[in-house]
């Protein structure tokens, strides 16, 4: 396998991206990088700062400035922000409302693009919601996993319970709705599969499979 190979998996959340991610990344010793986790280190980066979410101009301008690391395996990838180990913090529920926000302030996205293509130069499986289509357009291999609401929603909870165990499954599935809402409808590049990703509707099915049905027409390709 070629080995700055890029290989991008947009999707909403709760489709499997991180899980599929991170298996496809160990099963082709690929970089894995999951750039939600990127605009979760921004979020976090407003809230201490104390920045209005609403001032496109400053949440922009921070972004730039802020420095964002990714490293690790694909199990124990690691977030670091101004050299800081922010990983288990950036998987609170405050940290998750805020990049739902941030991430459609088109000079976060920009600021974050940048970053993105100079960490996927070294060749990785990056997941997030506009790799095949803005990040990486020319990737050699692009996924477009789906599911159902309800679907992604109980995976959903049973990530956010391990951080929060009162949420529910009703707030849950609300969240994702408007989450959903948000990515599709933002003018600066809203979530769409590209044209030439190959869509898996991952309800119901084994996520060995959804695995085994990448790696076949990443074969096929070859």
């Known amino acids: 396998m070629a080995e700055h190979l890029i290989i991008a998996i947009d999707g909403p959340a709760g489709a499997g991206k991180t899980t599929i991610g991170r298996m496809l990344a160990r099963e082709l010793g690929l970089l894995y990088i999951d750039t939600g986790s990127m605009y979760r280190a921004v979020a976090l980066a407003v809230i201490e700062s104390g920045t209005n979410e609403t001032d496109d101009v400053t949440v922009g301008s921070l972004a730039e400035r802020i420095d964002i690391d990714l490293a690790g395996d694909p199990d124990s990838l690691r977030v670091t922000l101004d050299g800081r180990d922010v990983t288990d913090r950036t998987r609170d529920e405050d940290v998750t409302d805020m990049s739902s ?6 000079a976060v996205r920009r600021a974050m693009v940048r970053r ?23 990737a050699d291999y692009k996924f477009f996993l789906t599911a159902t609401p309800e679907a992604r929603a109980e995976r959903r909870l049973a990530e956010e319970r391990q951080f929060n165990p009162a949420a529910t499954y009703e707030e849950t599935l609300a969240d994702m709705t408007e989450r959903d809402r948000r990515d599709s409808t933002r003018e600066d590049s809203p979530l769409v599969a590209a044209p030439d990703a190959v869509v898996l509707d991952t309800t119901g099915v084994p996520i060995d499979e959804v695995l085994r049905q990448m790696m076949l027409e990443i074969e096929r390709r070859s």
């Open 101 to 106: 926000i941030i991430s459609t302030i088109s």
């Open 116 to 138: 993105q293509r100079e960490l996927g130069r070294r060749g990785a499986v990056m997941n997030g919601r506009d790799i095949g289509t803005v990040v990486f357009p020319s």
